[in-house]
């Protein structure tokens, strides 16, 4: 992992322009940055935003970010995975703090507390950089007050890619101001598929076979009790809804809240 960090950020001068602060390589592949964050932008921790730079054409090239950093932050932090040839990520994974991207202040998106009907125990599953929105969820003092339980599934093919996630998680209990909320309410599992670790399988897999309920010491899920938020590719949030809909739970939106929610987690 190689970190650039600095403290006082440029002016901006670009439309919508933020400056870079900080810029985190966690693998050959994936990434993490922090930015100043524009003034009139208010969001539900969860949400996403579009964010990219400037293309050759002088038309910005915008993606769709989930925001990791909680709503509290003064900054704001993305998780973004590298695509070689992708138009947007081949170019945004040479940032360096003090660049300018830009980002559009407008959030939005389903993953956000509100569009889940009250409940005990709250569950997170994501896949890759899904994990994204549940970095910004895991850190808001809100998710620990609604729910007495938080679980965070997250299943990577290598363990190098669970490290963005595990060292967040790691860091919550004793942090100085998410710390005394978060208490030991969370609970992480995370799993690898392709790489030989002491966990392994896919969530679906987990959770179908009761293994990760056995390993937690958890009661299965059951809609009287379990909300549940999704995060991850097509096929990954295909599989996921049969799964939490086998446990009866119903889809829920911002204008309808029930029992699950689900997003696509965006690739640049
Ligand atoms: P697997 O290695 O068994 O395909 P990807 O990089 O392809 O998006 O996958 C990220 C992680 O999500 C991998 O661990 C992968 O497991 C898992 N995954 C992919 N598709 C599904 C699915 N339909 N259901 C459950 N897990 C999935």
Partial sequence: MTEHRTITPATPTLPDAQTVTQV???????FSFRCTRPRSLRFRSGEFV?????GENGKPLLRAYSI???????ELEFYSI???????TSRLQHIRPGDQIILRPKPVGTLVLDALLPGERL???ATGTGIAPFASLMRDPETYEKYDQVIMMHTCRE????EYGRSLVES?????????????????????????????GRITDNLTSGRVFADLGLSPITPAVDRGMVCGSLAFNTDMKAVLEGFGLREGANSDPAE?????????
Avoid: C
């Avoid at 990791?68 to 003064?74: F, G, I, L, R, V």
């Fill in 68 to 74: 990791a950093s909680p709503a509290w932050d003064d």
């Fill in 159 to 162: 363990a190098a890619d669970l």
């Fill in 260 to 268: 699950y929610v689900v997003e696509k987690a965006f690739v640049g």
């Fill in 24 to 30: 985190t390589h966690w693998t050959d592949s994936l």
């Fill in 123 to 125: 569950w997170f599953f």
């Fill in 172 to 200: 919550l209990p004793s942090d100085p101001l998410i710390g005394e909320f978060v208490g030991d309410k969370l609970k992480y599992y995370p799993t690898t598929t392709q790489e030989p670790t002491a966990r392994m």
């Fill in 82 to 88: 590298k695509v070689p040839d992708g138009p947007l």
């Fill in 50 to 54: 579009m964010l990219g730079l400037m």
